[in-house]
């Protein structure tokens, strides 16, 4: 069955520094999306992404933050200066197109990002 | 009014019982109802979904009750077995007005254990 498949696992970063983390959707899917999940926390919507462009975004994505597909098969995450309480993990997410109907978000395993 | 509250905030059941998971929800506007499964390391699965139009939805040993009136719905797991221990997300959203993609707004989870 194919799935979200997000890299790295598990990326430590110092507080201050950029980090990008990477996302394949599943290939025939054309929605995208990034959620994170602080430790202890609910799922949270950050973003989502369609014919290259952002479709919505939480207050949580500010301008800190940035999506990009950079080629036709990733989906990648920019936090440009990171903060402390960026520490989560991170899911990204794609789903079919379906006019009128909402088509199953598959999510990724998740990267858990650590700022030191 | 984007809550979703979620209750209890973890369960244990017997193996062979009956475990609920209850919801509840502000926004009128909801009107897609998923229960993603999330097990230790890995991303949120979707388990089963339903819509407003129906007030419950089986789907082997998983039902959802949907109570439209009190603005409510639930997990029930029948027969509840060791491997079902995992994380429960209830979530709602919206159905897109054209083709689209609507966010999912996430309960807190239930950490649900299940014992011999």
Redesign the interface.
Known sequence: EPE?TQTPSHQVTQMGQEVILRCVPISNHL?F?W?RQILG?????LV?F?NNEI??K?EIFDDQFSVERPDGSNFTLKIRSTKLEDSAMY?C?S?R??????????????TRLSIL | QQQVKQSPQSLIVQKGGISIINCAYENTAFDYFPWYQQFPGKGPALLIAIRPDVSEKKEGRFTISFNKSAKQFSLHIMDSQPGDSATYFCAATTTPILSGNTPLVFGKGTRLSVIA
């Open positions: 979200v929605y999306y959620y926390q609910k799922v949270e919507f989502s369609y479709s919505e939480s899911f997410a789903s197109s379906g006019a009128y109907s909402n088509q199953p978000q598959h999510f990724g395993d998740g």
